[in-house]
Each structure stands twice: as structure tokens, then as C-alpha cells.
């Protein structure tokens, strides 16, 4: 087995392969930021380029750019307050509050430092540990999803700020936008209201953009001469790296987040947004050292997030290698790579091509290692450029909003949307309606509605099945602490609306 790693690291550090890891990293890092390219799209768009290359040169490239485009979508989170991926929305939270503080260019350290770990971490479990976590995967039906799901939906109760009523006010919203569109069962339109612009539903980045990025800037319109430079405002890098006893403080959290994040990247279906968000509701919900900055700045938090949602890539590169099922919308798009080149991933494909196999191993481990230093350029680079008066970029911030929901499908309509949620953002942040859970909850409420329909179905409609198995009462458990701890913990927050 040695031999074949030494073989695959030999032939990733091939010259036309590191030329095609530094090519797809910087692409991913530039899809991942700009909002509208995601890191599905950008895997797409570079598969049509694959046709001519050799297998292992274009699964470095695929790579590459996989890993590029988590690790990217935080840079202009921080910066900016625009996600430029799903799985970055509580880096908006978290590390956005530390860039209009004045701390940009340490909340930029933090998350690049926790995505590197979380993603090295991840492809050190999935070398190790694949046929344990895919074996792990397949016993997940409908019932423990609804159990899962169930869990993230839970940590609206850290997520909600001063007032518990007012987070599961905007869960519950979020909860009934996921209900917009086809339904999934029947083919039956719900909330449509006759028109065609409901129909596929509520698009999750259209909402996205509008509820936190749009929102923002609305609401800094109302000082119209006030000049943004708190979040710009930064010493150098090296100055305000951080010390290695802030991360020793946060030692639970470091460890926790990448084993949750490459545990649900593992879940087919579940992706780096789950992870992201199950570790960020799980860091808020055990707090102990100033719980209450939570929302405002908190760095456990931004590390909870980065961490996990970089360990997602490893849990789902592991089930596409070993069982062929995709475990995001990005590795959904890979298996189109293995097919353009003949391959068939699954359990046969480490007999049949253990080359490609320890070659995707060696490329995201190397990758990783890669990203430190070309992350930190493109970093240096946003940070030159965020420079410039906030006035300018507000503008400029909302042509690209603008422009990344109108390329999602090329359709006004999303436009349309996107500014319908940015009022309903601007009147939350008003009223001081927490934004995170509406956004959890669009984010999770499908899944949840399927995954309890189709246990429902498949045991004639006895709930029992709900609790049918050890995972479920385990998750279903974790869920009902998460929501009863904080009511004796804070009873302030049952206070008002």
C-alpha cells in the first residue's frame, strides 16, 4: 500500500499535474468567492475541458478546484458579507461582525488556518477510515435524514440571539419557503399563486444574497455619508496572525468540528452547508467562553464553520470512491468525470484503477497544502481592493448580487426574488429578527418534508419508525437537548418578541 502513495505523490508533483492543481485551485478560489459561480458550477464548467487530458490530470484539475471553492467562498463572507458559497453563510455571520470591527485581516487568519486544518483532517480519515465511514453512510434511511435534519433544525435555539421566540419565528418561515414550488411526492404546486416564477421553488441562493448581502447594504444606506472602513483597517498579515493559544483555547471546538464535517460529508445528500451550519449550531449551543458573542463576532463560531465545512470534502470524496454515490452536488458532478474516462467509481474501482484512487488522495492532500499559499495571495489581493470607499463597493457589490442570480438560470425572475428577500432581510434586521435560522431552515426544510414522507410511506404511516432505529433516537435525542438546555440555561431569551 506504501507503494501505491508513493507512486500517486510521484505522479501529482508531475509537472502538467502541479500546473493543473495550481490552474484548478485558483479557479476554484475565484468560483467559490464570486457569488452565483458555486463550486458545482465551477466543477462543471472545467469538465468539458477534461476530455483531452489524462485521467489523473484531470482529476487533479477536478480537484483542485473542489477544494478551491470551499475554501474561497469565505473570502469575500468576511470581507464583503457576500457568501459566495451556501456552506459560507455563518462565516458571514461570524466573520463579517470581526471585519466591520476593525479585525478583517484576523478573521481572515482564523477561517484560512481552521479550513486548511478541517480539510487536511478530513483526507487524513478518509485514507484511513473509508471503508468505516461508507459503511457508516448506507445505513441512513429516510428516518434517520428526518433525525438529521431534525438535529440541525435544533440549533436555531444558539442561533437566536436575545430572544428564542423571535429565531423560531424565523425558522418557521424559513420552514414555509421550503414548501414553495413542486412538491416533491406528488408533482403538486404548492404556494404558487399561479405563477411560473414559484414553481421550481424558492432558490436558495437567490435568497441567500438577498437576506444577508442586500439586506446589508440597505441598511448602511441609511447613513449615506458614512464611509465603511472598519472591516479595512488592518496592520499587515503577518501582525495580526493569530496565536497558536487562541486555537489551544478553542480545543474542543477544533477537534469536534472537522469529525462533524466529515461525518455529514459523508451522508449523501448533506454537502459542506449541513456540516457547516450542524457544527456552527453545535459550537453556539456548548459556548463557554463569551456565549453571548454569538451572532456579533464570535471567533468559535467562524472556526466551528470553517472547520467543518473544508472536512466535508474528504467524507464526500470517501462515498463517491468507495460506494459511487455522490455526496454533494460538486461529487455529483465528478461522476461525470470517472464516466468521460471510462470509470466507474464504486467499490470495484480501487481493484480496477488503485492509481486513481491513491492519486485522488495524494491530489487533495497536496491541494490542502497548496491552498495555504495561494489562498493567502488572493486574500492580500481582496484586502487591497476592499480599500476602496464603501460607497463604491456597495454599488459594486450589488451589480454582482445582481448578476449571480440572474447567471443562476439565466432568468429575471431570480432577480425579482432576490430583491423581494432583501426587504423581508432589511424589515428582520429591523425588527431584530435573527436572519441564520430562516436561512437553516430553507436550507434543511426540504430534506426534513421528503425524508419524513417517505418513512411515513415506507411504514404505512406509523410514526414508530421514527424512532425504529438506534441512529435516529440517538440524533432525535441530541435534538431535544439542544432545544430544552438553553430554556434552563437562558430564560432570558423566552423574553418578548
Not at 265 to 274: E, H, R, S
Not at 454 to 466: C, D, H, Q, V
Amino acid at each position: 500500500m506504501l507503494d501505491h502513495y508513493l507512486q500517486a505523490v510521484a505522479t501529482v508533483l508531475l509537472p502538467h499535474n502541479l500546473l493543473a492543481m495550481v490552474l484548478g485551485s485558483l479557479w476554484g478560489l475565484l468560483a467559490g468567492a464570486l457569488p452565483g459561480i458555486s463550486t458545482s458550477m465551477g466543477v462543471v464548467l472545467l469538465l468539458s475541458f477534461t476530455y483531452s487530458l489524462s485521467p489523473m490530470t484531470a482529476f487533479v484539475l477536478l480537484v483542485g478546484a473542489y477544494l478551491g471553492g470551499i475554501t474561497g467562498g469565505s473570502i469575500t463572507s468576511i470581507l464583503f458579507g457576500i457568501p459566495g458559497e451556501p456552506s459560507s453563510v455563518p462565516t458571514v455571520i461570524e466573520g463579517h461582525a470581526l471585519a466591520k470591527k476593525g479585525r478583517a485581516t484576523f478573521a481572515l487568519w482564523v477561517y484560512l488556518l481552521c479550513s486548511i486544518y478541517g480539510g487536511l483532517f478530513s483526507v487524513v480519515v478518509m485514507i484511513v477510515a473509508t471503508p468505516l465511514i461508507a459503511s457508516f453512510a448506507l445505513k441512513f434511511g429516510p428516518a434517520e435524514y428526518f433525525a438529521l435534519t431534525v438535529l440541525g433544525l435544533s440549533v436555531v435555539s444558539g442561533l437566536s440571539g436575545g430572544s428564542m421566540l423571535k429565531g423560531f419565528l424565523s425558522c418557521f418561515f424559513g420552514l414555509f419557503l421550503a414548501t414553495i414550488g413542486t412538491d416533491g411526492i406528488t408533482g403538486e404546486e404548492r404556494y404558487t399563486f399561479d405563477t411560473t416564477i414559484l414553481l421550481g421553488g424558492i432558490n436558495f441562493v437567490v435568497a441567500m444574497v438577498g437576506l444577508l448581502a442586500v439586506s446589508e447594504i440597505f441598511i448602511e444606506a441609511e447613513e449615506p455619508f458614512k464611509e465603511y472602513k472598519g472591516g479595512v483597517q488592518y496592520r499587515g498579515m503577518l501582525r495580526e496572525f493569530p496565536p497558536f493559544s487562541l486555537f489551544k483555547g478553542y480545543l474542543l471546538t477544533m477537534i469536534r468540528s472537522p469529525i462533524i464535517g466529515t461525518i455529514v460529508g459523508a451522508l449523501p445528500g448533506a454537502g459542506a452547508t449541513i456540516a457547516a451550519f450542524l457544527s456552527y449550531g453545535e459550537a453556539a449551543r456548548t459556548a463557554k467562553r463569551e456565549p453571548e458573542k454569538f451572532g456579533k463576532g464570535a471567533v468559535e463560531g467562524l472556526m466551528a464553520a470553517e472547520c467543518a465545512n473544508n472536512a466535508s470534502t474528504g467524507g464526500s470524496m470517501t462515498i463517491l470512491l468507495s460506494l459511487g454515490i455522490p455526496g454533494s452536488n460538486t461529487t455529483a458532478m465528478m461522476i461525470a468525470a470517472f464516466m468521460i474516462h471510462g470509470m466507474q467509481p464504486g467499490p470495484l474501482l480501487l481493484s480496477t484503477r488503485p492509481d486513481i484512487v491513491y492519486g485522488i488522495f495524494a491530489s487533495m492532500l497536496l491541494t490542502n497544502l497548496l491552498l495555504l499559499g495561494l489562498t493567502i495571495l488572493a486574500i492580500r489581493m481582496f484586502l487591497e481592493l476592499n480599500r476602496m470607499p464603501y460607497s463604491i463597493f456597495s454599488a459594486a457589490i450589488m451589480i454582482l448580487c445582481a448578476i449571480g442570480a440572474y447567471g443562476l438560470t439565466n432568468n429575471m425572475d431570480d432577480v425579482y426574488l432576490m430583491f423581494a428577500f432583501s426587504l423581508i432581510g432589511y424589515a428582520m434586521r429591523k425588527f431584530d429578527i435573527p436572519v441564520a435560522p430562516c436561512i437553516l431552515a430553507l436550507v434543511l426544510g426540504d430534506m426534513a418534508e421528503l425524508s419524513l414522507r417517505r418513512a411515513l410511506l415506507l411504514s404505512g404511516g406509523s410514526p414508530l419508525i421514527l424512532v425504529g432505529s438506534p441512529i435516529s433516537i440517538v440524533l432525535l435525542s441530541g435534538a431535544l437537548l439542544s432545544i430544552v438546555y438553553p430554556l434552563f440555561k437562558k430564560p432570558k431569551m423566552l423574553q418578548g418578541l
